[in-house]
């Protein structure tokens, strides 16, 4: 299908499934995912997530998506980067991978994400998104959704539009 690269919130999005950027232990936690959790329900979202944690960095899981606009959250934690050479890229890519795998497993026809790991985790920016476009168009080579990537600040998202 496609990738769209859009400036937004994404828990306002009306699509089949968005993407939290969770840590391991899927606890509400700053940035994108409180906002998440935040506008989710918070206790609720928390309930769910109790029950699947804890999970491996790159790994994904889904839970209903509650008071949000869209059927599911799937939850994937990203990596703290530390100096680029400790696997960070690896598992930034399969965060992105599996989530679209759990998109896909769970029947949805359209998926929003952050950008994994750029925030609190202090992945670089401009590396954190080429790899999510890198991983976002290699599985749909194979694969048919509609994928989102939703860009918080501007000049991220001025950067963004010159990759895809």
């Not at 889904?62 to 050479?85: E, N, Q, R």
């Not at 790899?131 to 600040?153: C, E, G, M, P």
């Amino acid at each position: 299908m496609s990738l769209q690269i859009i400036k937004g919130d994404i828990t306002k999005l009306k699509v089949d499934a968005i993407v939290n950027a969770a840590n391991t232990e899927l606890a509400a936690g700053g940035g994108v995912c409180g906002a998440i959790f935040s506008s989710a329900g918070a206790d609720a979202l928390q309930a769910a997530c109790n029950k699947l944690a804890p999970i491996k960095c790159g790994e994904a899981v889904v839970t209903s998506a509650f008071a949000l606009p869209c059927k599911y959250i799937i939850h994937s934690a990203g990596p703290i980067y530390k100096d680029g050479k400790s696997g960070e890229a690896k598992a930034l890519r399969a965060c992105y991978i599996n989530s679209l795998k759990c998109a896909t497993e769970n029947n949805c026809a359209s998926i929003a994400f952050p950008l994994i790991s750029s925030g609190i985790y202090g992945y670089p920016i401009k590396q954190a998104l080429e790899i999510a476009i890198s991983a976002i168009k290699d599985y749909l080579r194979q694969n048919q959704i509609k994928v989102f990537l939703v860009i918080f600040d501007n000049n991220t998202f001025q950067y963004a539009k010159t990759l895809q």
